[in-house]
Each structure stands twice: as structure tokens, then as C-alpha cells.
């Protein structure tokens, strides 16, 4: 499993999985659409952990810059 997501999109699968996350328990009760939101924000925070996203490798898509790719 090569990493296939750079930092910059690291960061912002991130911000937005941690923002679906909040977003689902926002004022204590659980939104009607949580499962989606939910599993939306989960796979984001996962593939931001593992540097590595499925579908950015079914398409053959690398965000990673040239000094990333090293390692």
C-alpha cells in the first residue's frame, strides 16, 4: 500500500472529518442524516491517518509532492 495523499490534502481531510464528526453530535442529539455524515467523516480521518485513499488509487491519483514521495 504506497501513500497516495500529501499533507496539504492530509490537513484537510482532517479539518472536514473532524467537522462531520462534531457536526453529527452538534447540540448534544444526533442529526437525522448522522450515519452518512458520520461514515463520511471516519473515512476521511482514516485515510488522512494512512496516508493513503482507495479511490485516489483506483483512479491513479497521487497528491503527494516529489520531497513526500520518498519516504
Known sequence: MKRNVGRLD???????GMALV????????????WPLAGLVGVA?????A????????????????QSDRTV
Open 10 to 16: 492530509q490537513f484537510i481531510r482532517i479539518f472536514i
Open 50 to 65: 494512512f496516508s493513503y485513499c482507495p479511490l485516489y488509487d483506483a483512479l491513479n491519483v497521487c497528491s503527494r509532492d
Open 22 to 33: 462534531a457536526y453529527i453530535s452538534r447540540d448534544g442529539t444526533l442529526m437525522p442524516n
Open 44 to 48: 476521511l480521518l482514516v485515510t488522512a
